[in-house]
């Protein structure tokens, strides 16, 4: 008895050395990115189960432990080098976004990079990190059991990181197979080295599609009759999109907290729109429709027509794309295809959750450096994070201005009026974002025209009886839906238009029939184009406001 139990504590001493052996590789990164509040567990606690894995041919050959994990462990250090090394510079988790900026770049970018950002302490951090490694190897042990519990505890482990949860995606919730593959990817991925291996995958997948999407687009015929109001000036127009901004908690809106005190102060600046709302409340269905001929009567246009960035390369206008969003996911496919039919793309956000901290000044510098080129007629997008969820991880520790009731009704509980805090401090430090791009565009006193809106509102538990929070297509509400929009002008441009904005400022709009908007204030006509759908032209007609699905419809304003 005595002789079984100590076996028995040996097999689990050695199972929990084994195991730590192998989570180390993920796990230091993972543990790095909670100690620093980078991103949300989900990660951390995937790599847990994940790791579990590699004690399966260590329980099914303990005679070759030695020689098995020393294997594993030696792929696992290689991939874990990577995933260390660009947490080191970026302070991130690795994802396949890096591989598409990695590919996407010539050799000479490449060196300029690593020269750039590798220090000479990041050799200790491998050498350190390489030593405990070394360590944990050497306190492997064979697990001793009989090949029938070897079996048992393997198909254990298989089972629970595996079997169960496909089961579950395929046969009780219903997914297709695709789609469970696809969620079966996701939970391998935060491990190594399914991190890098997952990450290439899913990077070549949706380069695929993305390069099917571009060779549809660059197939169609280019917009007929276009004629350009201002040819020959110079231009520089500027279209930032936001992300997830509920006008109704913006004080430049009417909101009772301050969270807009910049904007506030050039409001006479700026022609700010009341009545607008997105036609969709999630980013990608939202943003075919701002940046295409699409509309909710007409969505397949999408890629049966050319695209704002076709429509303004072909008038002349070098095109550049900056973006604070993830690059190339399933989910933001055509949001890079998007990018790929501009000129310049400067991708400023390779984490592989969306709930990381990323803040929105990282646009900054490349859009300066857009501003800069000697092209003279410029169309800049800029894409935020904006005030996306998770609220605090979208600005720094010194936006944390909203930490009380003050100003909230009373109908919220503690947790609601945490959460409304976090939201009202996002929107706080996306109006010095948005100022500060007014700014940078000020200061070059030229002919340039800033268009902002966001894809879509969020509720902020707004709507009574206030338990909603986040988005909803199948309980639409208006704070879903009511996006900021707001237009700025510099002298030069507002002298050359003589367009009073202002007085067109309470029309009833969808951001759907922009495209048109925008073409009137660039001064671009063409067959295509609808002056009745454009908010700022005097033939502009009012229309419902429909949003939601064509399974969904819902009317916020009919005329």
Request: hydrophobic share 40%; proline share 5%; glycine share 4%.
């Amino acid at each position: 008895m005595l002789k079984r139990m100590a076996l028995n504590n040996n097999n689990l001493m050695a199972a929990l050395n084994n195991y730590l052996f192998f989570f180390y590789f993920s796990g230091i990164t993972h543990f790095l990115l909670q100690v620093t509040d980078t991103t949300i567990f989900v990660g951390l606690r995937q790599a847990i189960y994940i790791s579990l894995l590699w004690l399966i041919p260590l329980m099914l050959f303990p005679k070759k432990t030695k020689s098995i994990s020393g294997l594993i462990g030696v792929i696992l250090w290689i991939s874990s080098l990577l995933s260390l090394g660009y947490f080191c510079i970026y302070g991130q988790e690795f994802s396949q976004s890096v591989l598409f900026i990695m590919f996407e770049s010539n050799t000479a970018e490449s060196s300029e990079y690593v020269a750039q950002y590798f220090k000479w302490w990041m050799i200790l951090v491998f050498v350190a990190h390489s030593f405990v490694a070394f360590t944990l190897w050497r306190r492997v042990r064979p697990i001793e059991l009989s090949q029938k519990h070897a079996l048992i505890f393997s198909g254990i482990i298989l089972a629970l990181t595996i079997a169960i949860p496909t089961f579950k995606d395929y046969f009780i919730k219903g997914k297709s197979w695709e789609d469970t593959v696809d969620k079966l990817q996701i939970r391998l991925e935060p491990a190594e080295p399914w991190q890098l291996v997952m990450g290439y995958l899913q990077y070549r997948e949706q380069l695929d599609n993305m390069q099917s999407l571009l060779a549809q687009n660059s197939k169609l015929p280019p917009i007929k009759n276009l004629k350009d109001k201002y040819a020959g000036l110079p231009a520089t127009l500027v279209l930032v999109l936001g992300e997830s901004t509920n006008r109704e908690h913006m004080s430049l809106y009417g909101y009772s907290r301050p969270t807009t005190p910049k904007l506030d102060k050039i409001k006479d600046q700026l022609s700010v729109f009341n009545n607008v709302i997105s036609a969709r409340p999630y980013t990608i269905e939202a943003l075919e429709q701002v940046l295409t001929f699409a509309d909710q009567e007409h969505t397949d246009l999408v890629l049966k027509k050319p695209s704002l960035m076709n429509v303004m390369q072909q008038a002349g206008y070098k095109t550049y794309w900056i973006t604070n969003q993830q690059t190339i996911t399933k989910r933001n496919t055509m949001l890079t295809t998007f990018s790929k039919q501009m000129d310049v793309q400067r991708y400023m956000n390779n984490s592989r959750a969306q709930n990381s901290r990323e803040y929105d000044e990282n646009v900054f510098e490349p859009f300066q450096n857009a501003l800069n080129d000697e092209a003279p007629r410029k169309f800049i997008i800029i894409h935020l994070l904006g005030t996306h969820m998770k609220y605090n991880y979208r600005y720094p520790p010194e936006y944390e201005v909203f930490n009380d009731r003050s100003g909230l009704a009373d109908v919220f509980d503690n947790h609601q009026v945490e959460v409304i805090n976090t939201y009202d401090n996002a929107v706080l430090y996306n109006d010095h974002v948005i100022s500060s791009l007014i700014d940078q565009l000020e200061v070059k006193n030229n002919r340039s025209l800033m268009v902002y809106l966001s894809d879509h509102g969020e509720d902020v538990y707004d709507t009574p009886p206030h338990q909603m929070l986040g988005r909803n297509e199948g309980k639409p509400s208006l704070a879903m839906y009511a996006v900021p929009f707001m237009m700025w002008q510099s002298p030069e441009w507002k002298n050359g238009t003589n367009m009073d904005l202002n007085s067109m400022t309470n029309r009833p709009y969808s951001t759907s029939h922009f495209i048109h908007t925008w073409a009137d204030l660039a001064g671009l006509s063409f067959d295509e184009f609808d002056a009745t759908k454009s908010v700022i032209n005097p033939a502009f007609t009012e229309r419902p406001l429909w949003v939601g699905s064509s399974n969904n419809k819902k009317f916020f304003y009919q005329p």
